[in-house]
């Protein structure tokens, strides 16, 4: 059993950065490959980055790619999500995820475990 818990979420200016976290509790969490997903209100929930269990692969949609960036630490049981150069399309309710592999998370949203959700709100 894996419980995940968000943080970071806030109000930012279109520009401005955060970095949102998940903290994962249990001593399995190396074994997960981890992702971060969201949903803006109205629109269906949709995959933004994930990564290996190793932290060896990562995968990016296009509408972040090289403005996230997603990256793990095991020994602090916690996955990151570094977001730069933020839009307004960017606001939604931001979900970090454990499953078996990086790509069934990322393509098929097939998460064993997932968190409640940190909210993000870019303002233009």
């Known amino acids: 059993q894996v419980q995940l818990v968000e943080s970071g979420g806030g109000l930012v200016q279109a520009g401005g950065s955060l970095k949102l976290s998940c903290a994962a509790s249990?001593?399995?969490?190396?074994?997960?490959?981890m992702g971060w997903f969201r949903q803006a209100p109205g629109k269906e929930r949709e995959s933004a980055a994930a990564?290996?269990?190793?932290?060896?692969?990562?995968r990016y949609a296009d509408s972040v790619k090289g403005r996230f960036t997603i990256s793990r630490d095991n020994n602090k049981n916690t996955v990151y999500l570094q977001m730069n150069n933020l839009e307004p399309e960017d606001t939604a309710v931001y979900y970090c995820a454990a499953g078996q592999s990086s790509s069934l998370l990322f393509g098929s949203l097939r998460g064993d475990y997932w968190g409640q959700g940190t909210q993000v709100t870019v303002s233009s």
């Open positions: 249990g001593r399995t969490f190396s074994r997960y490959a």
């Open positions: 990564i290996s269990w190793s932290g060896g692969s990562t």
